[in-house]
Nanobody, 125 residues
Framework: QVQLVESGGGLVQAGGSLRLSCAASGRTFSNYAMAWFLQAPGKEREFVGTINKSGGRTYYADSVKGRFTISRDNAKNTVYLQMNTLNPEDTAVYYC??????????????????WGQGTQVTVSA
């Protein structure tokens, strides 16, 4: 298992930006694809995007495409979620997740074996 710790959440006004970080430990980070999910109150966990183990391939949900960017620094065992042009509908707890990279892309939570504790993002109107 990979241990994951998110940080960087907070309160931001609509139109603003935040960058979330997810620090990994416990396994060889560069073997794992990483993903971000969000969960709003009363709703199911929702896919945001994923990045493969090398960082050379990303895939995003339509709702965030063009606004959010996932990147990773394998030397720092960290994955990032840069969120721009935030709107109140982006308010949620954001989770990072890890999956041993076999070359397949998963957009459902069931595909991921390790999860962080989440970080709250609140966007005010």
């Amino acid at each position: 298992q990979v241990q994951l710790v998110e940080s960087g959440g907070g309160l931001v006004q609509a139109g603003g930006s935040l960058r979330l970080s997810c620090a990994a430990s416990g396994r060889t980070f560069s073997n794992y694809a990483m993903a971000w999910f969000l969960q709003a109150p009363g709703k199911e966990r929702e896919f945001v995007g994923t990045i493969n183990k090398s960082g050379g391939r990303t895939y995003y949900a339509d709702s965030v495409k063009g606004r959010f960017t996932i990147s990773r620094d394998n030397a720092k065992n960290t994955v990032y979620l840069q969120m721009n042009t935030l709107n109140p509908e982006d308010t949620a707890v954001y989770y990072c997740a890890a999956l041993y990279d076999t070359g397949l892309t998963y957009s459902t939570p069931a595909g991921y074996s390790s999860w962080g504790q989440g970080t709250q993002v609140t966007v005010s109107a």
